[in-house]
């Protein structure tokens, strides 16, 4: 059975599947099926036995989550349909694309009384907004009606048009609660073998960048300033982190000893999640 993974870009759902078993009998052909509500997927198209990737431009409605199953056949029959995956819809690069989305009954959620509603991520995403040279970097929590002192909200990635250089942008409020955005970078000294506690530098501010009561912060970058990265290259590792109750001990990028900062990427906790990759397109206007 093959293993199925699937891309969804605006109106274009990318799948992929690793070749199936053949038990001796060569894949004659991959059977995709598709539907609009899990369990009820039918045949969509086929392709050759060589081939492993298709691209579905039909996925156009954006109200709805497209589930899918890739099938292979031979001489002998068809492979076990155990292998639906779905692909909801998670925006373009125009306005930014959903790369890490927190699943309902995560320990983050606030609704599991680990995260108070300002600091807890329900996703992050990334863009490039048409007519600019800009990035654009999303990160929703679940309210922000009470915006806390004292605290930040970050998106950092790892650049590969930067080698070595891993960046930030987020928005900061002060001991007073007034909000300010700001980027720069993140460094990890390292020592012998001994790796140190990671510190943010700031380089400068984001004018442009905002947020709004529901909870969604914008953050409007330009690429000249995080090493102008170009159509196709990537931006690795891009995680969200929240802090709150900022104090010396706190004023880096590692979990305080307080465990009062929120975050998808945990080195000592099993809930965390994988950081995601988002690779640039280009500013280009979307259909």
């Known amino acids: 059975m093959p293993s199925v993974t699937e891309r969804r870009v605006g109106s274009v759902v990318h799948l992929a599947w690793s070749e199936a078993d053949t038990g001796n009998s060569k894949i004659t052909s991959y059977q995709i099926l598709r539907g609009t509500a899990s369990g009820t997927e039918t ?14 431009t039909t996925a156009t409605d954006i109200t709805k989550t497209y589930y899918y199953k890739v099938l292979a056949v031979n001489s002998v029959g068809m492979s076990c349909a155990n292998n639906e995956i779905a692909a909801p819809y998670v925006g373009n690069t125009c306005g930014g694309l959903i790369l890490q989305r ?61 080698t070595g250089e891993q960046f930030y942008a987020g928005m900061r409020t002060d001991s007073n609660g007034a909000v300010t955005f700001e980027y720069g970078t993140v460094a990890t000294a390292v020592v012998g073998l001994v790796i140190g506690v990671p510190t943010e530098t700031k380089i400068g501010s984001l004018p442009g960048s905002s947020f709004n009561a529901n909870g969604t912060i914008t953050l409007v970058v330009p690429k000249s300033a995080v090493g102008n990265p170009q159509p196709g290259d990537l931006l690795g590792a891009v995680n969200g982190r929240t802090f709150t109750g900022d104090t010396s001990q706190t004023q880096n990028l590692e979990r305080s000893t307080l465990l009062v900062d929120h975050t998808f990427v945990k080195a000592q906790r099993d809930n965390g999640h994988p950081a995601a990759t988002y690779m640039l397109a280009g500013n280009v206007a979307c259909p």
């Open 43 to 56: 045949q969509l198209t086929t392709v050759k036995g060589t081939q492993t990737k298709y691209d579905d």
């Open 102 to 162: 927190t699943p309902p009954g995560h320990p983050e959620q606030s609704a599991q009384g680990l995260a108070p509603a300002s600091l807890a991520i329900d996703y992050i995403a990334a863009g490039e907004p048409p007519g600019t040279s800009n990035l654009v970097f999303k990160m929703k929590v679940t309210s922000l009606s009470s915006v806390p002192k004292s605290s930040r909200w970050r998106i950092v990635w790892n650049s590969y048009a930067a």
